[in-house]
């Protein structure tokens, strides 16, 4: 009875794995598909394997940190993040410095390099990255906000270095969705160390009195 056992939990332990399997190969050709229509809509001349996305959080022009996402084959790569503090931005309110140091720290931090590099903001944040990064040669996207076809509305639209008016990519596209989700992830992750940063400088000031 219990070899029996033994052979009943072996095989459904074999199913169970090859049903993993299968849903893993069919996430990996839907991530693909994912990142050939992203290269297309982008204009890109391979896919992107490897995003990064910076963001920029502050509490009133202090504490500024800094943060990275890294998506690797359409997946989110947790043990790729980072985050920054950029005492050199304090007190300015500046978030295009901010964004430029932080640039520069990815810069001397060296490869990988991403082939490209989701930015929040429109194009004064994807110009400043792009004078920094330039020389690595991976392409630069930022997400904004912009007037919505309906009017008093605002919606994400992106934008790319040297060009005026965003990419024709239609709201709710699985290509712009997409960068919404990287984007979203970046700003997430930015606030929580935005949080841990606030959460020091009230046990400094605890620690003083």
């Known amino acids: 009875e219990k070899r029996a056992l033994l052979e009943t939990v072996a095989a459904n332990a074999r199913e169970a794995f090859a049903t993993h399997k299968l849903r893993r190969a069919s996430d990996f050709d839907a991530r693909a598909r994912g990142l050939k ?19 920029i959080s502050n509490l009133q022009g202090n504490q500024v940190v800094g943060s990275m996402v890294v998506f ?28 430029t140091l932080w640039a520069q720290r ?44 309906r009017a008093g509305e605002l919606e994400d639209r992106a934008v790319v270095p040297g060009r005026k008016n965003p990419l024709p990519l239609r709201p709710g596209s699985p290509e712009l969705l997409f960068l919404q989700r990287v984007r ?11 949080r841990a940063s606030r959460r020091g400088g009230l046990a400094s000031e605890l620690e003083s009195l």
Do not use: M, N
Request: proline share 9%.
């Open 37 to 55: 229509e992203l290269q297309e809509a982008l204009d890109l001349p391979e896919a992107p394997l490897r995003i990064e996305c910076y963001d």
């Open 72 to 99: 690797e084959d359409g997946a989110p790569v947790p043990q790729h993040y980072r985050h920054y503090a950029l005492p050199e931005a304090e007190g300015t309110g500046d978030d295009l410095r901010a964004l």
């Open 106 to 149: 990815r810069l001397a931090a060296g490869p990988p390099w991403p082939d490209l590099v989701v930015v929040d903001g429109g194009q004064g944040q994807v110009a400043a990255v792009a004078r920094v990064l330039g020389e690595v040669g991976c392409a630069i996207v930022g997400v904004a906000k912009g007037p919505s076809r």
């Open 184 to 194: 979203d992830a970046a700003h997430r992750f930015v606030l929580s160390g935005q």
